[in-house]
Nanobody
Framework: QVHMVESGGGSVQAGGSLRLSCAAS??????MGWFRQAPGKAREFVAGVVMSDGYTAYADSVKGRFTISRDNTENTVYLQMNSLKPEDTAVYYC???????????????WGQGTQVTVSS
């Protein structure tokens, strides 16, 4: 059974930083990453990483501000979020998939979500 544990959400003022962590267990994963959902909006891809080779991808809205990294030995991914904006306010979900690239197909595994609130 797959378990995903997220941590690191919270509240911060615009321009501040937060770091999200996600530890997954139960199997190995091809890719992991983060989606987010703001109030009244659909869930959207934020960032992803291929666990085997470290290839990364980002949504255009976060490029240059967010950095995703991984620890293969611990099946853990991190999202360093800098220069946060009020529009980054959302519930952030850790996601993973054992076979596919999370950006192109609906990820199979989802964490419970962690709230990120950025005030102006």
């Amino acid at each position: 059974q797959v378990h995903m544990v997220e941590s690191g959400g919270g509240s911060v003022q615009a321009g501040g930083s937060l770091r999200l962590s996600c530890a997954a267990s139960g199997r190995t994963f091809y890719s992991m990453g983060w989606f987010r959902q703001a109030p009244g909006k659909a869930r959207e891809f934020v960032a992803g990483v291929v666990m085997s080779d470290g290839y990364t991808a980002y949504a255009d809205s976060v490029k240059g501000r967010f950095t995703i990294s991984r620890d293969n030995t611990e099946n853990t991914v991190y999202l360093q979020m800098n220069s946060l904006k009020p529009e980054d306010t959302a519930v952030y979900y850790c996601v993973a998939d054992g076979i596919t690239w999370i950006k192109t197909g609906p990820p199979r595994y989802w964490g419970q979500g962690t709230q990120v609130t950025v005030s102006s």
